[in-house]
């Protein structure tokens, strides 16, 4: 079961399996007292019929089948909690272990509503800051795409955006382990950051300052040489528009910028026509952008 919750929120911790695993005891005795009583009682039958052997042997099969289905009914049962901050705000976060994250504008995470041994959460879309409690004995990752992060106590950010290829982790304190599958990119310190290319499946690690690129959870917006097609998501994200122009001409172009949530989108908007050169035309949430030739 997934809930769903309003930015802010916190889940509900879940209840105990004891109960469910001694249900799970009970139910496995009666099968297989059905089982021995199917085969026993009408060995006779399988014996001398060999169509009455397969027959027992299917019923055999089946219950065990059901029986296992049946327990991992039960061990599965952990709720999971999805949360969203919607367009215009942040969101912070609480986790079951005391761990916090912040969620950026249009951002979404999944986690479950109690951690196993592993503390495990997915951020399906957007940015993310985590800062996350220390616990030698149980690694904290978090699930991106078809990558991953692994801490064991640290405090990063990750920024991944299904619509853009350029996928970052920046660490803020600590050490972040970072990879694909069973690929690990390296160990990151602090100050470090991995881009990953979706698109090339390269990566690469760099020194950053990880404390501007994390100053988004304060409403300061600092973007490194993002792309034209991510930073025009994030104005769409921060200020609830949408944004037109041509694709073609414009998604590649690089960018570095500075700005704050509180700065009016017009505001912002006069920054990208001075390192662009475009016009813009706003017109309630619709926001038109055009390149414009030089003379």
Request: proline letters at 2%.
């Amino acid at each position: 079961m997934i809930k769903w919750l309003k930015p802010g929120h916190k889940p509900v911790a879940g209840e105990s399996h004891l109960q469910d695993e001694a249900a799970m005891k009970a139910i496995e005795k009666q099968m297989l007292n059905a089982i021995h009583k199917e085969i026993y009682g009408r060995w006779y039958f399988v014996k001398t019929t060999p169509g009455k052997y397969a027959v027992a042997a299917s019923f055999v099969l089946l219950c065990c089948s059901i029986a296992l289905g049946l327990k991992l009914s039960f061990k599965n049962n952990t709720n999971f909690v999805t949360v969203a901050a919607a367009n215009g705000h942040i969101n912070i976060v609480a986790l079951p272990d005391g761990s916090k994250v912040w969620l950026n504008s249009g951002s979404t995470i999944r986690y479950p509503d109690k951690f196993d041994k592993t503390r495990e959460i997915q951020l399906i879309n957007g940015e993310a800051f985590f800062d996350i409690k220390h616990d030698d004995h149980f690694p904290f990752i978090v699930h991106y795409g078809n990558l991953h992060a692994r801490v064991l106590g640290t405090a990063f950010n990750i920024k991944y955006f299904k619509k853009v290829s350029d996928v970052r982790v920046t660490v803020t304190r600590g050490r972040v382990e970072v990879g694909k599958g069973h690929e690990s990119f390296g160990v990151l310190a602090r100050d470090n950051e991995v881009s990953y290319d979706q698109q090339s499946n390269q990566h690469i690690i760099r020194k950053v300052d990880s404390k501007k690129i994390a100053a988004w959870t304060t409403n300061e917006v600092n973007l490194y040489d993002v792309s034209f097609a991510e930073l025009m998501l994030r104005l769409e994200n921060i200020y609830n528009v949408h944004i037109t122009y041509d694709h073609d001409q414009l998604n590649a172009l690089p960018t570095t910028i500075h700005f704050s949530n509180n700065d009016n989108l017009q505001q912002v908007l006069e920054i990208i026509k001075t390192i662009h050169r475009v016009s813009y035309t706003v017109k309630g949430k619709e926001v038109l952008l055009e390149k414009t030739h030089n003379k």
